[in-house]
């Protein structure tokens, strides 16, 4: 299985992207897809995650009302649409496959990840 994560970018505060994650291999309608962020010197932490149906989300407070994670299963894609962004939101971004069936917000219940992708917001 090999993820694929594009979209980041320099954008100004207040600006909007759209991170997309392909995924290879696998069966991709079968997982939970997940996207995290790292900014220099933290750690990994959870932005948001989505059902295999794409029926349900979950995102952390920090993301809410701002982001939205979306899926096609017919692409074996899964996107982030960011808007409002702001200069704390600077990380790369990683998408990942969930482990189990859940929307999992640990590092832990994901089994692989895309090698991520550079967001910077300018202030």
């Known amino acids: 299985v090999q993820l694929q994560a594009s979209g980041g970018g320099l954008v100004q505060a207040g600006g909007s992207l759209r991170l997309s994650c392909a995924a290879f291999?696998?069966?991709?309608?079968?997982?939970?897809m997940g996207w995290f962020r790292q900014a220099p010197g933290k750690e990994r932490e959870f932005v948001a995650a989505?059902?295999?149906?794409?029926?349900?989300?979950y995102y952390s407070d920090s993301v809410k009302g701002r982001f939205t994670i979306s899926r096609d299963n017919a692409k074996n894609t899964v996107y982030l649409q960011m808007n409002s962004l702001k200069p704390e939101d600077t990380a790369v971004y990683y998408c990942a496959r969930g482990r189990r069936a859940v929307l999992d917000v640990d590092v832990s219940g994901y089994d692989y990840w895309g090698q991520g992708t550079l967001v910077t917001v300018s202030s």
């Open positions: 989505i059902t295999r149906s794409g029926d349900y989300t």
């Open positions: 291999g696998g069966t991709f309608s079968s997982y939970v």
